[in-house]
């Protein structure tokens, strides 16, 4: 998907945990393609989308040790691995590792120390990437990889996301709309969803 060395190394540590790999990959290409048409909404740069894009290949590795908390576990993996990630500066596989861990259950949060230790920039980038990872990670359900892509409609009062899927779009879209909280909040508008024709 993309020439960037870092995330040639995110796959391959992707690989080595040989977790729901295809449906890590489809989470990648659909939280980087909102990423992409979101642009005018979140304006985070090459950095970022390379955080998000790891972050989406990794956000699912804590369930080789666990299913229970596997987005904390998560989290430690990303640290623990960070020798196999050297394209990233600490800082960054810091991030990757934070968005990993919030692309499920409670939000970002001060009372969080993890979220906490980060400055307001990096926290707000934690928030907009999370929440775009959500999405992804919902539209990626039940684990299927049959949303082929999605087409983003800005409005001025709400975000519209067409899905094309090969089946199942409803269950897709039940997925993505029980995860759309973090992102309603993060962007202050409302995000629908619509399967597209």
Not at 53 to 58: D, G, M, S, V, Y
Not at 106 to 116: C, E, I, Q, R, T
Not at 143 to 153: G, I, N, S
Request: hydrophobic fraction near 45%; charge should be neutral; proline fraction near 5%.
């Amino acid at each position: 998907m993309t020439s960037d060395p870092r995330i040639a190394q995110a796959e391959a540590l992707l690989e080595s945990f040989g977790h729901e790999i295809a449906h890590c990959r489809r989470v990648r290409d659909l939280a980087v393609s909102l990423f992409d048409q979101l642009q005018p909404l979140h304006h985070l740069g090459f950095d970022e989308r390379a955080i998000l894009e790891a972050a989406a290949l990794l956000h699912d590795i804590g369930w080789s040790v666990s299913g229970s908390k596997h987005h904390k576990i998560a989290y430690r993996l990303v640290k623990e691995n960070e020798p196999k990630l050297p394209g990233f500066t600490q800082p960054q596989i810091e991030l990757i590792a934070t968005v990993a861990r919030y692309h499920r259950k409670s939000p970002p949060s001060l009372k969080h120390d993890v979220f906490a230790a980060l400055g307001q920039r990096e926290q707000l980038a934690v928030e907009q990437l999370a929440a775009l990872l959500r999405i992804a990670d919902g539209l990626g359900r039940p684990h299927l990889q049959l949303v082929k892509h999605v087409r983003c409609e800005l409005a001025t009062d709400r975000v519209i996301v067409h899905v094309h899927a090969l089946a199942e779009a409803g269950l897709h879209i039940e997925g993505a709309t029980r995860k759309r909280a973090l992102f309603e909040t993060v962007f202050a508008l409302p995000i629908e969803f619509a399967i597209a024709a």
